[in-house]
């Protein structure tokens, strides 16, 4: 915690940001839903393998959303900038087209769920990739340029780009909407982020209107622990994992509790047990031995099972394997699987009271949302038992509905909403 909140310290200032493995980068959203949007409004939201399109119509406390998901092709993943940013204006034309939306001009809020530097709502300069994406050529530049840019090369949809944002972001305004004492948005699925409302006064690279209370901060905490302030803490598992990712050194509290990585994790503690005879008679499938082979999904299924008894173990034993495992096996295997998750629950947990802590209200509400938070049997009971020893404060978990593709289009609303105002 302590570590964590000093890395926050330096992300926020001008004179250490640099140096901070936590970024804490300032979103220029300084104003909550009122829950009284209302309109029509695109929302697109990019965070991995797969990206959604959605159309969202608010009115007071309520809202109708039609969505749909497109998958990234993995050469998109990893090809040039222009192509990824033509894929997805692809997508949203054909989305357009099926909900006969192309002759509407309508705001769209766009969710970006990698590093940015923001220098304004439609300013967001790619920091760096992570998820297993790769187009280099769009490090360093504006993203919404890029998504604009796209629809432009078209030619044939009127949309206006209003804002970029992190999923952590709109996960916060996701549950703002329904509940006005959000203050924290948590990202746990396939990588991990969280971002908080800060005092606008401690915030030194923010260079919007300084007269607002305070500001979403996107900490970009999945980096935490790359300037070695977590090196007490990792095992030679940890280091296997970061040596074999596309990003080595990079995002290592990501990597330690978070769903791309966390199968990763129980595979490799299986294969060494077994190495040392303490599993499966010492002997691994070609299967166990395969990287990557054993999925995250997993981890949560086996916790799902009653404890001593197998269902879910043991058809995922054989997929992997392993079908004739004994109940000891299956039971070392169980064990193994909660040390890795519960010490993900735990590693977040202190991340949440810090910012609790520098928050310093009670009953404030921590938006969550993510598969590893959404799907594990034990994660949310685990938090909340563990924040409850670190902070003071009392707190509130809320899953989120839709979190980035919601807030999204929240974020758009509120842009919106602020524009007409200065018009007026």
Known sequence: MESFDKAIEMGLAKSTHEKSSVKCYPTYVTDLPTGKENGKFLALDLGGTNFRVLVITLSPKRFDMKSKIYAVPSNVMTGPGPELFDHIAVCLFKFCKEYR??????????????PLIQKGLTQGILVRWTKGFNC?????????????????????MKIDVLAVLNDTTG????????????RIGLIIGTGTNCCYTEKVSKVELFDGDRSKE????????????????LDSVRNDWDKQVDS??????????EKMISG???GELVRLVIVDAAKKNLVFGGATSEKMNTRNSFLSKYVSDIESDKRGTYNNMKKIMKEMGHP????????????????????????????MAVLLNRIGLDNVTIGVDGSLF???????????????????????????????????????????????????
């Open 136 to 156: 280099s050529d769009s490090v360093g530049k504006n993203v919404v340029q890029m998504l604009v840019d796209a629809i432009n090369r078209r030619g044939d």
């Open 260 to 262: 791309m990585y966390m």
């Open 171 to 182: 996960t916060l305004m996701s549950c703002a909407w329904k509940n006005t004492n959000t």
């Open 244 to 253: 074999a990712s596309v990003n080595p050194g990079m995002q290592l509290h």
């Open 324 to 351: 004739n495992a004994g109940d000891q096996d299956l039971a070392i295997v169980r064990f193994i699987c909660e040390a890795i998750s519960s010490r993900a629950g735990k590693m977040l947990s202190a991340t």
């Open 214 to 229: 305070y500001v979403i901060v996107n900490t970009e905490s999945g980096a935490f622990g790359d300037d070695g302030s």
């Open 101 to 114: 939306l192309l002759n509407d001009n309508l705001p769209l809020g766009f969710t970006f769920s990698f």
């Open 374 to 424: 959404r799907f594990h049997p034990g994660f949310k009971d685990l938090m909340n038992t563990k924040i409850r020893e670190l902070t003071k404060y009392t707190f509130n978990l809320m899953l989120s509905e839709d979190g980035s593709g919601r807030g999204a289009a929240l974020v758009a609303a509120v842009a919106a909403r602020e524009l007409e105002q200065k018009k007026t």
